[in-house]
């Protein structure tokens, strides 16, 4: 070919040459990252400074130094909420894991029938505001409750009731967590077991307790923090019993005592740490216990074993539906116990509040908002850590801040965030009060579970995905949104469920955020009930539940129809 057959195009000498830099990929990525960093610093890292500089203030705003907390140690009535606290929380673990581990064992270990019926049923708890629980009990066992001779004359408002309403709102919780532990087992370890004619009580004994010990201990630190940070039980039925969640309610909005508060703030925050820190380290050693060539444990029919199993499940979750049936139909009784015609008017809210059904119509856009914005930026920022192999020292930075909510109760979070978007020299405190804070603060408080769930659901996926579209010169953000989305799908919805049902039934972390305007149903339900108006809470409560089980519905129809239309490509055609 001679050179006159290669011709080139020339730009044209009268047409001015504008150059077009194209920002680099990785810069970009790394921008993001960056981004990331702001927002969890702006929404979790701050605010908890915020609380801790506040704890060090004296009266006049100046620097105290450990004074308040030799008043709070000094003041007798103070130090008794925080025992109070303690002993709550651990007489909860040790009677809420035991009874969870029976239950996960009926639904994994034995045949018995209906277990997906159990299951739903054990799970009711968390589709509620957890002051349901405390307003059940009080129809139950209070003054004129119909079973209050259980009692045999002690009153249910006070650590009895507190314990009692803890256990119905943890119980799911630990069983969520037991479940996993013991499906999780090695089938080829009882295989042995029986080979050796070794009895089924010290089988039990050393394999399947053994294997669940880590199980066992991260629900009791779980139920230990649930009971030691909720705010709701103990508000409606604790009574005079004083602990350290409303003792922080009461320092903030009863004295106007905020150093106090944040004193007692951070006494909160120690023994969720304390958990926090102990269940990580269990989870590290717990992966050891898997293994590649494990097989998955099927349990055979044995009558007497399934039909006690059945016994127990029933009564467990009669007891934890039968708890919350009360309650919605206390909600339609006109006059608790006098006059038990069913009526509607306690669903008339205006009639008890001046709000009516604003705080639903608030939390319901508030849950919506959460579950919307929420999704798409726990969900990226999951692929911006775990997929994107750039600028490691800000994913590092990432990761961290957004584990650390885990370890962060809700109201301290909440106090956290009043000390910090409240104050006069933070240019967003034209947020404080408004519903977008409330969606900001419920998406922190809920953070870390959504990022562990979506960073799973990611590792799960190939790497070579990534590596295939570098080397096609194919942008993250096509690789994002045709690739990892579509797999990911049914996790994102999830995602979207747990944080709207979440965003529903908070009590702790919204507490001292809402404005006049913006009062969520949640503390709704706590003014009801203050104001005596118990069967109008408990209708707003049922109101919530109902709500949050919708969406649950809803998010199975979608997976039943549309998600199993869209991840056919998953079967393997026969």
Not at 274 to 281: H, I, N, P
Not at 302 to 307: G, V
Not at 529 to 542: K, L
Request: overall charge positive.
């Amino acid at each position: 070919m001679s050179d006159a057959a290669i011709t080139l195009p020339l730009p044209d000498a009268g047409a001015p040459v504008t150059a077009r830099r194209r920002v680099p990929e990785s810069a970009i990525a790394a921008g993001l990252v960056a981004a990331l960093c702001v927002l969890l610093v702006l929404i979790i890292a701050l605010p908890l400074g915020a609380l801790l500089i506040k704890s060090f203030e004296g009266p006049s705003g100046g620097f105290a130094g450990i004074a308040n907390f030799r008043t709070y140690f000094a003041t007798p009535t103070l130090v008794e909420a925080l025992v109070n606290s303690l002993t709550i929380a651990a007489l909860a673990v040790a009677l809420v894991v035991p009874l969870a581990f029976g239950y996960a064992y009926a639904l994994t270990r034995t045949a018995m029938p209906f277990k997906g019926l159990f299951l739903a049923a054990a799970l009711l708890p968390i589709f509620a505001p957890s002051l349901l629980s405390g307003i059940a009990l009080t129809y139950i066992l209070g003054n004129q409750g119909f079973l209050r001779g259980l009692l045999f004359g002690h009153s249910v408002y006070g650590p009895i009731g507190i314990v009692i309403a803890e256990c119905l709102y943890a119980f799911p919780h630990a069983l969520i967590i037991l479940t996993t532990a013991l499906s999780l087992s090695d089938g080829r370890l009882y295989e042995a077991a029986a080979a050796m004619g070794t009895s089924r009580l010290r089988t039990f004994a050393t394999v399947t307790l053994p294997g669940a010990r880590y199980g066992l201990v991260s629900a009791g630190f779980v139920v230990f923090t649930l009971v030691v940070t909720d705010f709701g039980i103990p508000k409606v039925i604790g009574g005079q019993y004083s602990v350290l969640a409303t003792d922080a309610y009461r320092q903030v909005v009863g004295q106007q005592n905020f150093p106090m508060g944040a004193v007692v703030g951070l006494l909160m925050l120690v023994p969720a740490v304390l958990a926090f820190a102990v269940d990580r380290m269990i989870q590290r050693r717990q992966s050891a216990l898997l293994s590649a060539r494990s097989v998955p444990y099927e349990p055979k029919p044995r009558r007497l074993r399934d039909r006690l199993s059945l016994a127990y499940a029933l009564g467990v979750a009669g007891v934890i539906v039968g708890t919350y049936g009360v309650a919605v139909w206390a909600s339609f009784i006109r006059y608790w116990p006098y006059n038990l015609a069913l009526t509607f008017d306690h669903y008339d809210f205006a009639a008890t509040d001046a709000d009516g059904w604003s705080p639903y119509w608030n939390s319901l856009a508030m849950a919506g908002s959460v579950a919307a914005i929420g999704t798409v930026v726990v969900f990226s920022g999951a692929y911006l850590i775990e997929k994107l192999k750039v600028f490691p020292a800000g994913r590092m930075v990432a990761q961290l801040l957004a584990m650390l909510p885990l370890a962060v109760p809700g109201l301290v979070l909440g106090l956290g965030y009043v000390f910090f978007f409240n104050a006069p020299w933070n240019p967003l405190n034209v947020l404080y009060g408004s519903l977008a804070l409330l969606a900001i603060n419920t998406l922190a408080h809920y953070y870390t579970v959504a990022h562990v769930t979506a960073t799973t659901a990611l590792k799960q996926i190939d790497p070579e995905f990534e590596a295939v579209s570098a080397s096609l010169k194919v942008p993250f953000w096509r690789t994002f949104t045709r690739v990892s989305l579509p797999i990911c799908l049914p996790t994102v919805l999830e995602l979207a469920v747990y944080l709207f049902v979440n965003a529903m039934t908070t009590v702790s972390a919204v507490i001292f955020l809402y404005g006049a305007d913006t009062k969520l149903a949640s503390i709704a339900i706590v003014h009801m009930d203050e104001a005596g108006t118990t069967a109008s809470a408990a209708a707003m409560a049922s109101v919530i539940m109902a709500t949050a089980l919708t969406a649950r519905l809803l998010l199975a129809l979608i997976g039943w129809g549309v998600v199993a239309h869209l991840q056919r490509w998953r079967r393997r055609e026969a």
